[in-house]
């Protein structure tokens, strides 16, 4: 079993930049797909980004593609989200997931992961 803990939420202007950050504790970091995802007021939760165990498979969902980077530090037991040119439609409780099932894959359905974070929020003003 794994924990998530998230930081690095707030409050930013349109176009500036954030960076998440998700520690993980318990079992080995390395046998874990990770992932992002948010959910705004009244919406589904969504996927924003993805990375396999090795940090060689990456996906983003379209909204973000460009202005997102996930990364990891298997060292560190930590997946970062660099958030850069912000719009207020990013506004929401943005949530780490981790997957042991297959992390070797890049998953972006909620229902794959395993264990979640209590999420951040993130609020972007116009």
């Known amino acids: 079993q794994v924990q998530l803990v998230e930081s690095g939420g707030g409050l930013v202007q349109a176009g500036g930049s954030l960076r998440l950050s998700c520690a993980a504790s318990?079992?080995?970091?390395?046998?874990?797909?990770m992932g992002w995802f948010r959910q705004a007021p009244g919406k589904e939760r969504e996927f924003v980004a993805g990375i396999n165990w090795s940090g060689r498979n990456i996906r983003y969902a379209d909204s973000v593609k460009g202005r997102f980077t996930i990364s990891r530090d298997n060292a560190k037991n930590t997946v970062y989200l660099q958030m850069n040119s912000l719009k207020p439609e990013d506004t929401a409780v943005y949530y780490c997931a981790a997957d042991d099932d297959m992390p070797t894959a890049v998953l972006i359905l909620a229902t794959s992961y395993d264990y979640w974070g209590q999420g951040t929020q993130v609020t972007v003003s116009s």
């Open positions: 318990g079992r080995t970091f390395s046998s874990y797909g």
